[in-house]
Structure formats: structure tokens, C-alpha cells
């Protein structure tokens, strides 16, 4: 879970920045939970606080696509096109859009 859900994102983020920034308007959208605690990404003593706030010239933003109906969850949910919707929301913004944000499907999340 740590390698995937943490280590992961880092790894991805530092192999795509030299892309990222050939962009007119670079865009990073992690994909993350309702369960998850983002109270941590104001602390600046944390690795987490530092992509939002240290890179300028990225819009980084999270999104939650709310439960999906897989079998992990018995069904429960919608389906998995409509939980796509806050991700490419945040995927498409224009140059002036949000960074540092958790969206859901019914717009923006609580920290």
C-alpha cells in the first residue's frame, strides 16, 4: 500500500515533471479517497505539503471519484465512467484553475 499509494506518486510525479514542463499549462490530478486525511499537506515540515506548494508552475490537486460499484464494495455505488468526472474536471482546467484542492463528484471536499 505504501509503495503504491505514496512512493508511487512520487516516483510518477519526478519521472513527468521534465514533460510536464514543456506544457503551456501543466496539470497533475492524484486520485485519492473521502477517507483520506489531507490535514497534513499544510504542514510544511511534511514531504506532503511540498508539491502544491513548491511547484509554482503545476496545478496539483487531488480527487475523490466517490464509491464505485466493484466487488470489493458488493455492488454498492455508481459506476466507474461517472467517478471519472472530478478527475477530468481538475484534468482540463484552464492556466488560472485550482492547485492545492481535494474535489469530489459534488465539487470541492473538506481538508
Known sequence: MLDVNVV??????????????????????NVSSGMGSFGMTHDPERV???????L???????AD???TATDSTGGLGHGVTDG????????????????????????PLPW
Not at 48 to 54: D, F, I
Request: proline letters at 11%; a neutral charge; aromatic letters at 4%.
Open 56 to 62: 509554482k508552475d503545476v496545478e496539483v490537486n487531488a
Open 84 to 107: 471519472a468526472d472530478p478527475i477530468v474536471a481538475l484534468a482540463t482546467t484552464g492556466p488560472d484553475g485550482p492547485t492545492g484542492q481535494f474535489v469530489g463528484r459534488s465539487g
Open 48 to 54: 506532503e505539503s511540498q508539491y502544491a506548494g513548491e
Open 8 to 29: 508511487g506518486i512520487v516516483r510518477v510525479t519526478r519521472a513527468f515533471l521534465p514533460l510536464l514542463r514543456r506544457s503551456p499549462h501543466p496539470v497533475i490530478v
Open 65 to 67: 471519484p466517490g464509491q
